[in-house]
């Protein structure tokens, strides 16, 4: 069975330009999360969705950042414009439901200049 | 405020050594989970526990859902266990995880 899937795995864009990474997460998972981690750092949580659903984007800087799961399935999380300070690995999640194990995906590592 | 303390920060192992690292969590955790991160590389879940213990292959973990304490275990001890443990915990209401700072395990041959 597929992990879950992140793609690109690395991303070096000039501050200011937009940025965008898909996740595609384990086959029959209702819950996505988006986590920032930087360097030395555990991760933080920036999304969580249920199923197409965006149930806790308390910590996601709406004024850059944007997410969407349209249909449930796959989700893709934006910065635009990208600063300096968003340079960081991004990590997508997933698992059955919010009670469950979470499984990883390898993360995009983003570098802003 | 759901929080969760781990220690060590850093530990440096001879291989064939055990291995212990400590995490305490706050009131509203009802889940621990284990994880762990090679450098450069993705999370990969160890254990998810709520009581009890569980293994699998040297990995123990433990809970002690009283004293709100988690333990994980490496027996033997080997190089390619050197890696960043992180605990983290979930609440039963919601499924976001809180994480720990980690622990940078280092085991020497």
């Known amino acids: 069975e597929a992990g879950v899937v992140q793609s690109p795995r690395y991303k070096i864009i000039e501050k200011k330009q937009p940025v965008a990474f898909w996740c595609n997460p384990i086959s029959g998972h209702n819950t996505l999360y988006w986590y920032l981690q930087n360097l030395g750092q555990g991760p933080e949580l920036l999304i969580r969705?249920?199923?197409?659903?965006?149930?806790?984007d308390s910590q996601l800087p709406k004024d850059r950042f944007s997410a969407e799961r349209l249909k449930g399935v796959d989700s893709t999380l934006k910065i635009q414009p990208a600063e300096l300070g968003d340079s960081a690995v991004y990590l997508c999640?997933?698992?059955?439901?919010?009670?469950?194990?979470?499984?990883f995906g390898p993360g995009t590592r983003l570098t802003v200049l | 405020k759901n929080e969760v303390e781990q220690s060590p920060q850093n530990l440096t192992a001879q291989e064939g050594e055990f291995i212990t690292i400590n995490c305490s969590y706050s009131?509203?955790?009802?889940?621990l989970h284990w994880l762990q991160q090679h450098p450069g590389g993705g999370i990969v879940s160890l254990f998810m526990?709520?009581?009890g213990k569980k293994k699998h292959g040297r990995l123990i973990a433990t809970i002690n859902i009283q004293e709100k304490h988690s333990s994980l275990h490496i027996t033997a001890s080997h190089p390619r266990d050197s890696a960043v443990y992180i605990c983290a915990g979930s609440g039963r209401s919601q499924g976001n995880l809180i994480f720990g700072k980690g622990t940078k395990l280092s085991v020497k041959p």
């Open positions: 969705y249920e199923n197409e659903e965006a149930v806790d």
């Open positions: 999640a997933s698992s059955l439901n919010k009670y469950n194990e979470q499984f």
């Open positions: 526990l709520s009581s």
């Open positions: 009131v509203g955790i009802s889940a």
